[in-house]
Each structure stands twice: as structure tokens, then as C-alpha cells.
């Protein structure tokens, strides 16, 4: 494999030079931060007045789950140190996703510190290999550290350090060339001098014949870092150094690694991260590789993702994510990738979930009593396939145990060692990182399209007055949201409303915006207003909603302005009345496929505060068989054209009548350009119905209270013309009371209109404005009774304001087959 200029510097014999990404911080037993470094500073933006002499919490984000520093340092000495990835606060507020290592360093006295690594994992790439990837790899494998003061001797150094076969105790308080005599001591502390006269950092390769291993020559590479305190002035200097013997192996990793920048997470599908994984593992690491991951972070369902519980007893429940062999067909494994799979509870497999440590076993035990024994099926695939080295590595995220990754040597006959198992890790990290974002976008996403689907309508009902077909293309096409809506509503007297709408922005946070106007549309077309007040009190609600965000500090306003068109038909009239806040005109098309936009006042956008503007409706009587095209802006605006242009394309494309209305909204949407990739797209086709004239009848009654019969004998009449004889006792009882209402309480002339459709709706119009209000009457009370008795015998009723009254209505309902 070729490397890069700058991982052969780093594996070929070194000058000085500076490293540009390292970041090394150390802390004391009580967390407080002691010494800081510019690199530090590069990372996460804190200089080192700002944190020398503060505890390490200021750089960890405000959570309830977070554990304290002292916590953390009782875990840390458990363990004697402790890496992985974890959320840094930088000191402009973002969190940094960082890899970590926590070095314990031991001074006179039995006193004990911590130095700290930083490597900022975005920037992990072959771009960036002098620093980052040789920080990621030491602080990953076991280094020899040691802090001096600035003259050199020897205040702090860790257990690694022993194996040159020097004690601390001979360290301690003695420089470099005092107590390693012959090991280019002089080289070395010039290098150490440079670095706290800079204040920087520098890199320096090294020859020597460490007391372990006499009789071969070792190359060592020692990194310095420059150490300040809280003035900026040099503490002392901080020296890393590893044995890099091993070049070309270590090269291999580098390799890998480089590869894995580029080949884990390169999509935000989770199955496909996983199988990157496997499939970057082999052959370069291993034989086989297989990634178990949890069933409840899979996107197989809409249920939140669960914990994985690591302390039952009981086989956990996991699907094969990933899967790779250097074999065709894979014969190593017993599970095919995607099916689910059980963790026996006494397995490696398993006590890697229950404790999230790794296990290595560089020569697999196969003989008789051990785990293998407990799975037969697992046990004939070692067996047939000679299985001889295994590594098992779980995948862990924001504390979290996502699954578990395995690694097997056949072919290979060496058997893996501590570093395979450090790269395994590595990149099971990388993979981890890239798991958990996945994983956030599958719920976020799922969320999302949850809401949606609840948002928008699931069927468009139009009863006997129209026939609907609509499609909405969001411009977030990953989340699949946005903040378009439209809706027809069923009203009174087989009247329906047809409505679109657009809200600012595009998202879930629209999404969330456009569910709040679309409920509190229908909550007023229940109410039966005309559009024009429908409209005024939406944009009291807009403005409403968007003060109460204000008064939520930092709260951004979930609805910064939206459009509407509101428009109701009549089938009995073929009448169309429309009003518009701010949103373009609906499009006419005739039965011959002429289209037309009619000239409806614009009025303003909703929730801009310009309630001193009315909105204005307009009456238009529609041609039979005609079509109605409802849109939002996206459908017709670009940045090269003016909206009229785009709506003169809009009208060409519908101008097809005799088209189905689902076929119509598919070639509309595909042949008109639009700029959806940065607007969301809205159509809603409706083709209007005529109700038959002899499915209504109505009479002019005079305002005597004598009519009452006279209207009831009037309707048994109709309804016996219409078939629906079994209703005529309930609907004489209705008539009686909504017609005395209109006698004693509303004023003339009275109307009575009965109107078939999917319900009888029996309607009483009269000229006053006196609404009828249902209340409970007492047991002594004469009068109180009849709304009352009217909600008890009709499926639903109500009231409306009509031209020159108000008009009261029941339905009930008919048999489907009317």
C-alpha cells in the first residue's frame, strides 16, 4: 500500500519538527487542570490562563448523566487510566466528539496525575497524518512518558517508562543524561530545550539497545510537548516516546486506518456501516469478521432504540449486520447477514457486552468443557473451518453498547496479538462514531416521517362534492418533512373546504409548525366561518403562537410566517368561495382544458401583524366538470424566472382534463421544473361534482307558528319521493324544533332545504343573528329542550352565518349504499 509523505516521515528516521494537531493537558487527583499546551488551545479553544487552576468540568457539557470529575478519577485509578471517545465542550460552546486517553503518571511521595490526550476525530484523515494519527496510535498503545521541569529532571512519569529497565526511583529529580547515559541524552534534551524556549511542540527519532532486548538496535520516536501554566509560561516539558521498530507493521495500520477514514460511515445507513466494517477487517486484519449489532438500534421499526441489558442471564437477541470472509460464500458463519441472532449468556461474545472490555484469545481453546462446546452449531464452523485466533471487540456510543464486532484468523497462521487487538479496537471506534450518528438519523428520520404521516391527510374525503388527489415533495428529502399542508374537509350541507398552505423554512421544526396551523384550520372550519374570517382568526393564531415562543428564552419561534388559500364549494350551487393570505391563486381548468387563475385579493402572509389588512373573498360559480389545482410557490418559483412564468408552465401541464387525477399529479410534478431542492413542492387536484337537483328540495315558510306542521308534512312527503320513509319520524321531530327556534327566536322570511347525499341534512335558515346555544335544562324549565333533543336524534349539527341570517343544520346518517 503507498502512504502519504507524511506517514513515511513518521516511520522513517525523523529531524526535529513541529507537530501541528497534538493537544496534551494534564490534571491532578482532585481534577483540577495543572499544565495546558497551544495545541490544547487549538482544539478546543480555551488558552491556558482560562483553565490552569479550574477543574477539568468546565470542558464537559452540562448533563444529567455526565459523571462528576472525582467520580471519573476513582474509575480512571481503578483501571489505572482509561481511552475512548467522549463530548468536549469547546470555548465557543460546540460539543467535540474527541478521543481521550487518561494516562496515570506517578510522582515522589505515592502522588499520582493525570495526562490527557486530545485527538479531534474529524479531523482523522490521510490529509492530517504527521500528528493525528500517530497521537491516535500512542495513545492507543503502550508509551513511555515521562514530565521534567524546566531544567530537565524528572518530576512525573508513568509505569510503561520501567520497562527500559530504570525504576522511577532513579528518575526522579535527575535529568535525561544522569540516568540513561549512552541513549542520545544530549540530542534528546537539546530537542526538550527547544521546545520550552518555543513553547511548541516537536517530534525526534532516536537509536538504542533497550536492557530487554540488548542485542538488537530499536528504534524509538519521542514526542515533546511544551507544558504552561496559567501565566503562559513554560511548567515543564511533557516527552512521549514508543517503540517503533516495527515499521513496516505499523505502516499496515496506518494503512487501515487511512482506509477506514473513507470506507466506515459513508452513508448514514446503519446495516451498510456495519458491513463496511466487516469488509474493511478483511483481509487486512483478519480472515473473518462478523458485526452483531442490537435489534433495538435497527431500523425495523419506528420503537425507540433500547439499552442493551447486560446483566440478564438470558441469551441477548442480536441481527448480523455485517459479515466478510476472504472464503466465497462464507462458510465460517452459521447466520446468514440481516438474520437475528441469540449470544449464548456464557460466551466471550458475552461477558465483552456485560463488561464492554475486549477479549483476545491468540490461540483458541477447542477443547472439550469450554463455550464452544455450549453451541454446537458455532462449534462444527471453528472446527471446519480451522478457527484458530479470535478477537472480540464490542461497539460502544455515548455509553451505550450498540453490539458487538468479531475477528478471526483461518488461513493466516499467525495468531493475533495486543496490537492487532489496539487497530481492531480503533477501528471498531471509527465505526462506532459513525454507528451512533446512524442511529440518530434512523430515529430522528422515523420520527420524523411518523409526524408527517400524522400530519397529512391519509385519504382526501370529499364526499359527493369534489374528488381529490394531491402530492408533496419536501425540499429536506432526508428527513422527508417539511412545511407544506393541504387538506379537504368535509362541512354542513355536503359543502367541502379546500385548503394548502406553506409555512417559512423546511424540516421538522416546519413540519412541527405546518401541524399546529393544519389543526387549528380544522378547528375552525368546524366552526363553519367564510373564508375571509376563517383567515382572521388563523393569523390571530399565528401571531399568538409565535409570542409565546418569543417569551421562551432561546427559543427560536416555531412558525416565523406562513401562507394560506381557503376556499369552500357548494355542489348544490357549484360556488366557490375563496380567500388567500399571501399564497398564489388556485388554477381553473374547464372540461375542454382551458385554464385560468382568477383574481383573488393577494392579503397578507399569516402571522406578520397586519391585521389592520382584511382579507377579501371572492364568489366564483365553477363550470361543470371543471378542475381545481391548489399549490404552494414551490411549484412555480425558480430562480431564473418570475412566478409568472412559472405558473404559465403549471397551467401547460394541467391543461389535460381528461386525465385521472393521481395521473395528472404525477405528469405535473414531473415535467414542471421546480426549485424543490431548496423549497418544499405542493400540489392538491380537485374535480368539482354537481349535486342532482333532485337530491334537494326547499320551501320559503312563512314566520307563523302554524308552518311547523305544514313543514313536517312537507318533509315526510320528500323523503317518501327519496325512499327514506324509516326516517321520517326522527327527521318531523328535528324540523319541529329547528323550525319553532327560527319562529321564536330568529326572525323572517324561513327557509327549509332538505338535501340528500351521504347524509340527510336538514337545514332552517332565517334572517336573524341569533345563534342557538345547546344547554341543559332544569326539571322545573318549560322551555330548553329541543337543541338538546336535536344533538340526540342527528349524527352531528350546527350553525352557520349565511347572506342576510344564519342558518341552522342536522344531519343523519343514510345507508352506504345511498
Known amino acids: 500500500m503507498k502512504m502519504s509523505t507524511d506517514q513515511a516521515a513518521f516511520l522513517e528516521p525523523l529531524g526535529l519538527r513541529e507537530i501541528s494537531d497534538a493537544a496534551i493537558a494534564m490534571i491532578d487527583e482532585q481534577g483540577t487542570v495543572v499544565a495546558w499546551t497551544q495545541a490544547a488551545q487549538r482544539v478546543v479553544g480555551y488558552c491556558a490562563e482560562d483553565v490552569v487552576g479550574r477543574s477539568a468540568t468546565l470542558l464537559l457539557p452540562s448533563s444529567e448523566g455526565t459523571p462528576t470529575i472525582s467520580a471519573f478519577a476513582e474509575r480512571c485509578r481503578a483501571q489505572g487510566g482509561w481511552s475512548g471517545t467522549a463530548a468536549v465542550r469547546h470555548r465557543d460552546g460546540r460539543t467535540l466528539n474527541l478521543s481521550l486517553r487518561f494516562s496515570q503518571l ?26 493525528s494519527v500517530r497521537e491516535s496510535l500512542l495513545a492507543r498503545a503502550p508509551v513511555g512518558i515521562v514530565v521534567r521541569d524546566p531544567q530537565l529532571r524528572c518530576t512525573w512519569v508513568n509505569d510503561a517508562m520501567e520497562r527500559d529497565g530504570i525504576s522511577r526511583d532513579r528518575r526522579f529529580g535527575r535529568c535525561l543524561k544522569d540516568s540513561l547515559p549512552g541513549f542520545e541524552a544530549e540530542a534528546l534534551e ?23 532486548d540488548p542485542r538488537r538496535e530499536h528504534a524509538f520516536s519521542a514526542s515533546f510537548f511544551c507544558l504552561q501554566g496559567a501565566d503562559g509560561q513554560a511548567l515543564g516539558v511533557c516527552s512521549i516516546s514508543v517503540d517503533v521498530t516495527s ?69 441477548s437477541v442480536f441481527r448480523r449486520a455485517g459479515l466478510a470472509s476472504i472464503h466465497p460464500g462464507i462458510p465460517e458463519s452459521t447466520f446468514a447477514r440481516g438474520e437475528t441472532i441469540s449470544v449464548p449468556p456464557n460466551s466471550p461474545l458475552a461477558s465483552a457486552l456485560r463488561t464492554g472490555r475486549s477479549h483476545l484469545e491468540p490461540v483458541l481453546d477447542t477443547a472439550p468443557g469450554t463455550w464452544i462446546d455450549h453451541d454446537l452449531a458455532r462449534a462444527q464452523k471453528i472446527h471446519e473451518n480451522r478457527v484458530h485466533s479470535l478477537m472480540i471487540v464490542p461497539i460502544r456510543a455515548r455509553s451505550s453498547v450498540l453490539g458487538v464486532a468479531l475477528f478471526a484468523r483461518t488461513e493466516d497462521p499467525m495468531p493475533f496479538r495486543d496490537d492487532d487487538l489496539l487497530l481492531a479496537e480503533e477501528l471498531v471506534t471509527r465505526a462506532a462514531l459513525s454507528l451512533d450518528n446512524a442511529r440518530q438519523y434512523a430515529r430522528e428520520r422515523s420520527t420524523a416521517l411518523a409526524l408527517q404521516r400524522n400530519l397529512l391527510p391519509h385519504r382526501l374525503r370529499g364526499g359527493v362534492a369534489v374528488e381529490a388527489a394531491g402530492r408533496y415533495l419536501p425540499a429536506d428529502t432526508d428527513a422527508g418533512v417539511g412545511g407544506d399542508w393541504f387538506d379537504v374537509i368535509p362541512l354542513s350541507g355536503a359543502r367541502v373546504a379546500l385548503v394548502v398552505g406553506d409555512v417559512v423554512g423546511h424540516g421538522i421544526n416546519a413540519a412541527v409548525a405546518m401541524g399546529r396551523l393544519r389543526a387549528a384550520v380544522r378547528t375552525l372550519a368546524d366552526l363553519d366561518l367564510p373564508p375571509d374570517e376563517l383567515l382572521t382568526h388563523l393569523d390571530d393564531s399565528v401571531q399568538r403562537l409565535t409570542g409565546e415562543d418569543d417569551d421562551a428564552p432561546g427559543q427560536i419561534p416555531a412558525i416565523m410566517g406562513a401562507t394560506c388559500l381557503y376556499a369552500v364549494y357548494d355542489p348544490a350551487t357549484r360556488q366557490c368561495t375563496m380567500a388567500r393570505a399571501g399564497h398564489p391563486p388556485p388554477a381553473i381548468i374547464d372540461a375542454q382544458g382551458q385554464v385560468t387563475f382568477p383574481d383573488l385579493p393577494t392579503g397578507a402572509p399569516l402571522g406578520l401583524g397586519l391585521g389592520l389588512v382584511p382579507f377579501d373573498a371572492v364568489e366564483v360559480e365553477l363550470p361543470e366538470d371543471s378542475l381545481l389545482a391548489f399549490y404552494t410557490d414551490g411549484l412555480v418559483e425558480s430562480r431564473d424566472d418570475d412566478i409568472d412564468v412559472g405558473m404559465h408552465r403549471l397551467g401547460t401541464a394541467l391543461a389535460q382534463p381528461e386525465q385521472s387525477l393521481e395521473d395528472l399529479c404525477s405528469s405535473v410534478v414531473e415535467t414542471v421544473p421546480t426549485q424543490a431542492a431548496s423549497d418544499d413542492v405542493t400540489l392538491l387536484l380537485v374535480r368539482i ?18 308552518v311547523v306542521s305544514t313543514a313536517r308534512h312537507l318533509a315526510a312527503h320528500q323523503l317518501s319521493e327519496w325512499g327514506l320513509e324509516h326516517l321520517v319520524p326522527t327527521t318531523e321531530l328535528i324540523i319541529s324544533e329547528l323550525v319553532t327556534n327560527a319562529i321564536h327566536h330568529g326572525a323572517g322570511p324561513i327557509r327549509l332545504r332538505l338535501i340528500q347525499h351521504q347524509a340527510l341534512t336538514c337545514e332552517v335558515f332565517d334572517s336573524g343573528t341569533c345563534y342557538p346555544r345547546l344547554r341543559h335544562a332544569r326539571i322545573v324549565d318549560e322551555n330548553g329542550r329541543g337543541l338538546f333533543l336535536i344533538a340526540q336524534l342527528s349524527s352531528r349539527w350546527g350553525f352557520r352565518s349565511a347572506t342576510g341570517g344564519k342558518l341552522v343544520w342536522a344531519d343523519q346518517d343514510l345507508p352506504s349504499t345511498l
Do not use: K
Not at 482523522?124 to 504527521?130: A, P, T
Not at 537539546?190 to 530487554?212: C, F, I, K
Not at 361534482?689 to 302554524?706: F, K, M, R, V
Open 190 to 212: 537539546a530537542v526538550m530545550r527547544q521546545v520550552l524556549a518555543s513553547g511548541t511542540s516537536a517530534v525526534h527519532e532516536y537509536r538504542a539497545w533497550p536492557p530487554e
Open 247 to 315: 515499521n513496516q507493521r505499523a505502516r499496515e495500520r496506518l494503512a487501515i486506518l487511512s482506509q477506514a477514514s473513507t470506507r466506515i460511515g459513508s452513508t448514514l445507513d446503519i446495516m451498510q456501516t456495519a458491513q463496511e466494517l466487516a469488509s474493511l477487517a478483511v483481509p487486512l486484519l483478519a480472515d473473518y469478521a462478523v458485526v452483531d449489532l442490537a435489534e433495538s438500534i435497527l431500523p425495523f421499526g419506528e420503537e425507540p432504540a433500547a439499552r442493551i441489558d447486560t446483566m440478564s442471564d438470558g441469551p
Open 106 to 131: 506517578r510522582g515522589r511521595d505515592a502522588t499520582h496525575r493525570w495526562l490527557v490526550s486530545l485527538t479531534d476525530i474529524g479531523a482523522f484523515s490521510l490529509g492530517v497524518m504527521n500528528g
Open 689 to 706: 361534482h354537481t349535486l342532482n337537483a333532485a337530491h334537494t328540495a326547499s320551501w320559503d315558510l312563512p314566520t307563523d307558528p302554524a
